[in-house]
């Protein structure tokens, strides 16, 4: 088995974009800018919203974030977004979800300018990336794709399952996925809650996505022997010996999984890092006209 060391990845990738960004900086140009919105205080999102501006100065770009209370109203937030789609010095945004109830997310989204939607959530950049044309790509999705490309892992013709449909990452990588391209041009299944015969789909895959956000979902007799694990989940799980109290377990049984599978990402240190690492990448064409001209 070999750990597919996603930290380490990202951290090799945001080292050359940090030498792209000097490259562009030393004529005289501003850095990319990127803006990171948070509503209220979930705990996980704050912690992801740290990590992303933590990144932001890694790589030499320019990173605002506007934290908001609990309570600001849909319209407020819409303000900001109209504000932030005008702000030429601004080149992508994100809206980090879950919001609070009374906010609708749709609303959100659909406000954002597709051009600045770093995340890729806009159905304007699915619906494109979805047609195969020049896109945002969503970050989780994004960074998976990379992470195989980097480790050279053979998706062509390789069946797939997908654990989750949600529209931030198993429908989008199911997508990826199955269209041309490299990695790509696999078989993929999308399972889910109303889903039959989960475990003996999962265990006649070559390669495994999971991100259905249950800890431990995945377990050693759903694994075909050689197969390719993705974990995408981020679980936090109440650790009394933990100074946090609490620890993060992905979506598969780690310690059980790993004996059998060719690749593996562990939980934290495989897709997470990868994530936070696509939204730079995202930002940079944003930056460079990539996506929109
Ligand atoms: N919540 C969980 N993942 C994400 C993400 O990639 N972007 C945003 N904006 N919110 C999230």
């Known amino acids: 088995m070999e750990l597919i060391d996603g930290k380490a990845l990202a951290l090799q990738i ?23 919105v948070l509503v209220g205080e979930n705990p996980a999102s704050r ?11 890694r790589v030499g770009y320019r990173s605002t974030l506007h934290h908001l209370e609990e309570d600001t109203s849909q319209d407020a937030l819409l303000a900001l977004i109209d504000q932030l789609n005008k702000d030429k010095e601004v080149d992508g945004f994100i809206i980090q979800l879950p919001l609070p109830r009374h906010i609708d997310p749709t609303a959100v989204i659909l406000a954002i300018a597709p051009e600045k939607d770093v995340d890729g959530f806009h159905p304007t950049n699915f619906g494109r990336m979805t047609q195969g044309l020049s896109a945002y790509h969503p970050a989780t999705p994004l960074g998976i794709m990379e992470m195989l ?24 990588i199911s997508i ?31 390669i495994i996505i999971a991100a259905i956000g249950i800890p431990n979902f995945v377990k050693s007799n759903m694994v075909k022997p050689g197969a390719v694990i993705i974990d995408v ?14 620890r993060l377990v992905g979506d598969v049984d780690f310690e059980a999984v790993a004996e059998k599978c060719s690749f593996i990402t562990p939980v934290p240190g495989g897709v997470g890092p990868m994530t936070v690492t696509a939204l730079l990448l995202n930002t940079w ?7 929109y001209g």
């Open 233 to 246: 989940g981020i679980n936090r799980v109440e650790d009394a010996s933990k100074k946090s109290g609490y």
């Open 176 to 206: 990826m996925l199955s269209s041309k391209g490299n990695p790509g041009n696999a078989t993929v299944t999308v399972l889910h809650s109303k889903s039959k015969d989960i475990s003996s789909r999962c265990a006649q895959a070559d």
């Open 149 to 172: 490309r980097r480790y050279n892992i053979d998706t062509s013709g390789k069946d797939c399952v997908v654990l989750g449909r949600s529209n931030i990452v198993g429908r989008p």
């Open 47 to 57: 912690s992801y919203v740290r990590n992303k501006i933590r990144s932001c100065e």
């Open 285 to 291: 064409k944003s930056y460079t006209g990539e996506v």
């Open 14 to 36: 945001q080292s050359e974009l940090k030498d792209q960004v000097e490259a562009y900086t030393l004529t005289g140009k501003r850095p990319p800018h990127l803006v990171a």
